[in-house]
């Protein structure tokens, strides 16, 4: 990926973050905890396509897409995808970036 790509791409990013800060003084509460998890993701892909991403990474990406519009189901379900996106972030700590 080209250096100007990458930054169109993370300011792209960033403008997301930003105006999902803003939209979340008047939305739902449960919007905040995905809009992060939704930006992580949003990150790693753009890692990715950098060629700067890692398995661990990639792993991270693959739960957060698989389980973020768990959201939209009773908060006991959303929650528990959260306290398991905590623990395969805390799983990969062991195993370094450059693997």
């Excluded at 992580?40 to 792993?59: F, K, M, Q, V």
């Excluded at 006991?76 to 450059?98: I, P, Q, T």
């Amino acid at each position: 990926m080209e250096k100007a790509e990458l930054e169109r791409r993370v300011y792209e990013l960033v403008g997301y973050m930003v105006t999902s800060g803003r939209n979340l003084l008047d939305e739902t509460p449960a919007y905040g905890p995905f809009r992060l998890v939704d930006a992580t993701s949003r990150l790693i892909s753009i890692l990715e396509e950098a060629g700067l991403s890692s398995p661990r990474l990639a792993r991270i990406k693959e739960a957060i897409d698989q389980g973020k519009y768990s959201v939209m189901s009773p908060s006991s379900e959303f929650r528990e995808f959260l306290e398991g996106l905590v623990l395969a972030y805390v799983e990969g700590l062991g195993e370094g970036g450059d693997g």
